[in-house]
């Protein structure tokens, strides 16, 4: 079945530091991908997606790149902020369910 | 952007009474609403889906009677935890879309307790 790796957490950076958080699926089809953020206490809000290969999604300075070939798509940031601390979720979506399949999500902290 | 209210936020109560939690989508129409159930620190767990005006269908492991939900209208469902028990606390997230192709917004997320 359809699954998502995320690297675990928590990831602990210094302000303006760049990001990387790994995230690997396994999928039939051509799946959607997509990056969620979920702030303390709140629900999760979409960050970024792509639906083919090769897309970049990007919102915000974050990007990720929808690689087929290593089935990855990996979220970056050049510079991070205090305020991008917060839990990450990579998901995916089927092409014929559109159920959303998420990863377990990376905590970032960010210090000043 | 499309809003979807998620209401209470915050929930606490007995052990043995019922809940109701409320997802409305603001300013588009939802014709399917899913609800998750995300413990402490773990990623979201689809619950059900809903679409409306049918009934939901539900995950493998949920108990379709003890998680009643209600999708009555293009805007709104209801999830009711019954006979709600410690067991039972937890964070539930309720997400909404308008069509099959287009994303799902999320609310806010409710955080229930049960004493």
């Known amino acids: 079945g359809n699954s998502v790796t995320q690297m675990e957490g928590p990831v602990t950076l210094s302000e303006e530091a760049f990001l990387t958080i790994n995230c690997t699926y396994t999928?039939?089809?051509?799946?959607?991908l997509f990056w969620y953020v979920q702030y303390p206490g709140e629900g999760l809000q979409l960050l970024l997606k792509?639906?083919?290969?090769?897309d970049k999604g990007s919102n915000k300075g974050f990007e990720a790149t929808y690689r087929k070939e290593t089935t990855s798509f990996h979220l970056e940031k050049g510079s991070v902020q205090v305020s991008d601390s917060a839990v990450y979720f990579c998901?995916?979506?089927?092409?014929?369910?559109?159920?959303?399949?998420f990863g377990s999500g990376t905590r970032l902290l960010v210090r000043p | 952007g499309a809003v979807v209210s998620q209401h209470p936020s915050w929930v606490i109560c007995k052990s043995g009474t019922s809940v109701k939690i409320e997802c409305r989508s603001l300013?588009?129409?939802?014709?399917?609403m899913f609800w998750y159930r995300q413990f402490p620190k773990q990623s979201l767990m689809l619950m059900a889906t809903s679409n409306e005006g049918s009934k939901a269908t539900y995950e493998q492991g949920v108990e379709k009677d003890k998680f009643l939900i209600n999708h009555a209208s293009l805007t709104l469902s209801t999830l009711t935890v019954t006979s709600a028990h410690p067991e039972d606390s937890s964070f539930y997230i309720c997400?909404?879309?308008?069509?099959?192709?287009?994303?799902?917004?999320f609310g806010d997320g409710t955080r229930l307790s049960i004493l």
């Open positions: 997400s909404a879309r308008a069509a099959d192709n287009q994303p799902q917004h």
């Open positions: 792509a639906t083919k290969a090769d």
């Open positions: 300013d588009f129409q939802a014709t399917t």
């Open positions: 998901a995916l979506s089927g092409r014929s369910s559109y159920k959303l399949i």
């Open positions: 999928a039939t089809g051509y799946p959607s």
